[in-house]
């Protein structure tokens, strides 16, 4: 984990950008330490984000969680990543944020 965030840490620091696929499911401490440090958060269509479980949420919140709940698109639509992109698209995509963000360094 250390080793992770000071990588990213370095990268920051040269103004270089740090992109990170959240695929199938992240969860957890992924979700909870290196995952989420990205400067451009992606992840696959239908792919469960999160950091507890849907039933310790809803214990904790004492409120039923939409069904969507934790899908990338929910997690997108409410602001903890930038972009959903199919896995066929991602080079590309990625590719084309690069060029757009590296224009600047």
């Known amino acids: 984990m250390y080793r992770i965030c000071f990588a990213v840490y370095l990268f920051k620091k040269k103004n270089i950008p740090f992109v990170v696929v ?34 310790v949420i809803q214990d904790t919140v ?8 934790q899908t990338a698109e929910y997690v997108k639509d409410h602001g903890g990543i930038d972009l959903v ?10 590719g084309t944020l690069l060029n757009l963000t590296l224009i600047h360094i």
């Open 62 to 69: 004492r409120e039923t969680l939409p069904d969507e709940f």
């Open 22 to 55: 959240l695929t199938d499911p992240t969860t957890g401490g992924v979700t909870a330490s290196w995952a989420m440090l990205g400067d451009i958060l992606i992840a696959e269509p239908k792919a469960t984000i999160g950091f507890a479980g849907r039933r």
């Open 85 to 94: 992109v199919e896995r066929q698209y991602l080079n590309s995509t990625i």
